[in-house]
């Protein structure tokens, strides 16, 4: 994930681009001040490179491991800045895969954490994992899942993570 | 049909099997090589029909045997008709191994380039066999233009019968053109039967009207059986790298189909293929045998985002809750079928109809949705509705209420189902 800033006073001054390895060729713009998200072809940044208009402040990585248990795909992995070892905070995704129908598939979900909060209980691991959900009608998203909702929850997950920076620092 | 002597029949694969071991399946021509596989394929059909052949003498035998005051006949014709099934069974066996050596059941010949230009023959996923699968496509399009082209022969001249000798009209107007033979033995029917078979067709179209207006959600739609591949194939795959775009693609060619094939009364004598859609939860397709009649023969459950040729009552989805699902409403069919065959596609179709809550009602046992299945250690919704009682439900219960939903069977996981629920 990389956060950039922009020049023109008027406008917002930065916005988050996120790219997802299921979508190789695809590069995702959000302002979350105006609830906006965009979805481009990748070669947008070889293109904002060119142009020398954005700078990037902070890159962070989302790496780790993905698991499937039946129709329940999960993600773990840390999160580090792109030149650093520093340990940010933990990202799971979580994802059902037989339907794409957000309302659907919420009580399932929300079943499936509970369990897997129970787990993680048992073993008395520090910290805790919090689940922010965005308000995706405000970015004019639909209730059928996109990459663009995954997008936003990341941009969110970044926005509460920095928010909480000093916290987990100390935490550290 | 004559029978072939047993006897040539179990010689019949030795002799071909050392045929192969003499000489190398590569020094051999290409159309030899497949003109021998399709022989292989047609052996193997006759095994199959006596295999199930077979089957149905031995129940005759343990039947006969079931009834009092029988001598040793039962136990002789059992023994034989063992000894001869397992015959048929090893022999089935060897021309397996010869097709699976020569390549057909497998895709391991398909890559190797052949000068001539043919392929062994494909024994594809859905049951077809053909013989030249870069063929398939042309022999698929010239077969469906041939049986259209008859249609219409046959069309033409019996409006023409009609109109020039209407006193020859022996009153089959009703029936559909497509099952020629059918046509030829109901004459000899007495009329009553012909009476019940008029009112079964209607009734077909009876149950899917009845059904959509019970069920505001859901989308119901029918298709002959050629065109249910190109529906299925069409559908967008939710794994597709650009879903925007093919799906906007897809959305075209599948709404011409839609309109084909949900255009009513004009269809029903040949639909072959059900769709029941409930929009963001699942896709159930019921095929009927034979067409146009209200017999189902299979039923399969898909993701609504799955797409593709594997999407048919014989296909599994690529996701485990709607494997289960398959695999359960396999045996509710079978009990549907065995209760009455004029009712099955009814309740069928109403207890599919039952899993629109697949992802919402907890399990009516433990009251949880998710539950862990010992078996196959995933964790699964409650996947069984039961089928037992549920033509009683159906039959007893006020038609479409919001609270009938309620009164619908209840939910299991598959470890809270029990046999007698």
Known sequence: MVREQSLTAEFPRDFFGISLPEQPNKYYFMIRGQRLVVEADSTIQTIMDKLQSYKSRVALCFEGFQYQLGDFQLRVGKVVPSHSENLRGIVMEVEYLPISSMEKARQIMEEFVDIWQEAISKRSLPGHFMHIEPNFSEYGLLDHYTPQHTAVQYATVVAQMIATQTVQATRN | ?421
């Open chain 2, 1 to 421: 049909m004559m029978k072939p002597n047993p006897l040539m029949q179990q010689q019949e694969p030795q002799a071909v099997a050392i045929q192969n071991s003499n000489q190398a399946s590569s020094a051999d021509a290409p159309p030899k090589q497949v003109a021998m596989a399709m022989d292989r394929l047609a052996q193997a059909a006759r095994l199959i029909a006596d295999v199930r052949l077979g089957a149905d003498r031995l129940l005759e035998a343990l039947f006969i045997a079931a009834q009092p005051h029988q001598s040793n006949k039962p136990l002789h014709l059992f023994a034989k008709e063992d000894a001869a099934m397992r015959q048929h069974l090893q022999n089935l066996r060897t021309v397996g191994r010869q097709l699976e050596e020569s390549g057909v059941l497998n895709d391991s010949l398909r890559s190797r380039s052949n000068s001539w230009g043919l392929h062994m023959p494909l024994v594809c996923p859905d049951g077809a066999v053909v013989a030249y699968a870069w063929k398939r496509q042309l022999a698929g399009q010239a077969g469906a233009s041939a049986v259209d082209r008859t249609r219409l022969a046959l069309k033409a001249f019996t409006d023409q019968k009609r109109q020039f000798f209407p006193h020859l009209d022996d009153g089959l107007e009703g029936q559909s053109n497509e099952p020629v033979s059918k046509k030829h033995c109901s004459t000899q029917v007495p009329p009553a039967t012909l009476q019940e078979d008029l009112s079964d067709c209607k009734t077909f179209s009876d149950v899917l009207t009845r059904l959509e207006k019970e069920m505001p959600n859901l989308k119901v739609f029918t298709f002959e059986r050629l065109d249910w591949l190109k529906r299925a194939s069409s559908l967008p795959n939710s794994t597709n790298e650009n879903p925007v775009e093919t799906s906007k693609e897809h959305t075209f060619h599948s709404l011409n189909k839609l309109r084909t094939g949900s255009q009513g009364p004009v269809t029903t004598d040949k639909a072959a293929v059900i769709e029941l859609l409930f929009p963001s939860v699942f896709r159930a397709i019921v095929s009927l045998h034979p067409a146009g009649s209200i017999d189902p023969d299979a039923v399969a459950f898909f993701s609504p985002d799955e797409g593709g040729s594997y999407v048919h009552t014989r296909g599994f989805s690529v996701h485990h809750v709607f494997r289960h699902i398959t695999e359960h409403a396999a045996m509710a069919l079978q009990h549907f079928l065995g209760i009455g065959t004029e009712t099955a596609l009814h309740f069928l179709l109403h207890w599919i109809c039952s899993y629109q809550t697949l992802f919402t009602k907890v399990c009516s046992k433990c009251g949880r949705l998710l539950a862990m299945d010992r078996e196959s250690s995933l964790l699964l919704p409650p996947v069984h509705r039961p089928y037992r009682h549920f033509s009683a439900l159906k039959v007893s219960s006020t038609p479409a209420t919001s609270s009938t939903k309620d009164q619908f069977p209840g939910a299991y996981h598959i470890g809270c189902f029990s046999e007698d629920l």
